[in-house]
């Protein structure tokens, strides 16, 4: 299988690469970037260390060298100046992606695009519109990557191994997005009455998990240690048809809580065929107001755009 990233050379998309050529899952893969010679150096540095990880065709090139990509993974994007507004870098974003999308399915037929660019929710709705790709096909990471700093975190607080926490950051990837406990778990025992719960300790690990990405943007410029094994785990579930439940970004058609015309995160089936299904969960009344909140902040910042 061959995958794509496009912005391969800025530090997701390079750690995701190396990622994936660690984990031996694609014969092909191909690092896309506006900065050239950085994606050259990107390619040779992967190819380098083979011997000691797998087999596998990695160059660099352009839109052409991504032709018959199964996977096309996006993390290019204009990051934001300072004194620019939200909207000023939303409008950059939107009108950068045209031409990537432009481009990559010029090359491409049918691929997968995850979208990772931010803001991921209105690209990947972006994404949806324009390409004429099937919706189960055009995914963002939205809170995939909420979610699993939630559960790190939280696992961290109550200290357990955070694979057997079971919580969910839902709606936008962004100040709105929607923390959902009602359901929550750890190894099966409801997360309320786990030994050493308190809402305090919930409400700490909530607001660390919401300003997570831009605490450590302060610290040291960027997120990408956990990004690249979120976008791995994400393009693993569709190559081996794991039917994992995963909280990925999506275009909403109204089954769920009437949300419609936005991308958002909810929980859903992802397999072979993508997106194969929405796992709509029983939310709190909080909770639901938060996630149809999440959605109205989502519509207005399309509708900014003009989308």
Not at 13 to 31: D, I, K, R, W
């Amino acid at each position: 299988m061959k995958l794509t990233v496009v912005g391969g050379a800025g530090r997701v998309g390079s750690t995701t690469l190396f990622q994936l050529l660690l984990s031996g899952a694609f014969h092909e893969l191909v690092v896309l970037d506006i900065a050239k010679e950085a994606a050259e150096g990107e390619a040779l540095d992967l190819r380098h260390g083979m011997a000691l990880s797998h087999r596998c065709v990695v160059r660099a090139g352009d839109y052409d060298a991504s032709e018959g990509s199964d996977f096309v993974v996006i993390t290019a994007g204009i990051p934001r100046q300072p004194g620019e507004t939200r909207l000023d870098l939303l409008k950059k974003n939107v009108d950068l992606m045209k031409g990537v999308l432009e481009q990559v399915m010029k090359h491409n037929r049918d691929p997968f695009i995850i979208m990772v660019a931010n803001p991921v929710d209105v690209l990947t709705y972006q994404a949806i519109k324009s390409t004429g790709l099937p919706i189960n096909k055009v995914m963002g990471t939205g809170t995939l990557l909420d979610t699993t700093r939630f559960r790190s975190l939280l696992g961290e607080r109550l200290g357990v191994t955070p694979d057997q926490v079971y919580v969910y950051m839902l709606g936008e990837h962004g100040d709105s997005q929607a923390p959902v406990t009602s359901t929550g778990t750890v190894a099966g025992i409801p997360l309320r009455q786990f030994p050493g719960f308190s809402e305090q300790i919930l409400a700490e690990v909530i607001e660390a998990t919401r300003f997570g990405g831009a605490d450590v943007i302060k610290r040291k410029r960027g997120t990408f240690y956990a990004v690249a094994p979120m976008i791995v785990e994400f393009v693993r579930a569709i190559q081996r048809d794991e039917k994992r439940v995963l909280p990925i970004s999506s275009l909403m058609e109204g089954s769920y809580l009437g949300i419609k015309d936005v991308a958002l995160s909810v929980p859903c089936v992802i397999g072979a065929g993508g997106r194969e299904q929405l796992v709509p969960l029983e939310l709190s009344e909080d909770e639901r107001a938060a996630l149809q909140n999440s959605a109205k902040v989502l519509r207005e910042a399309i509708e900014e755009v003009g989308r």
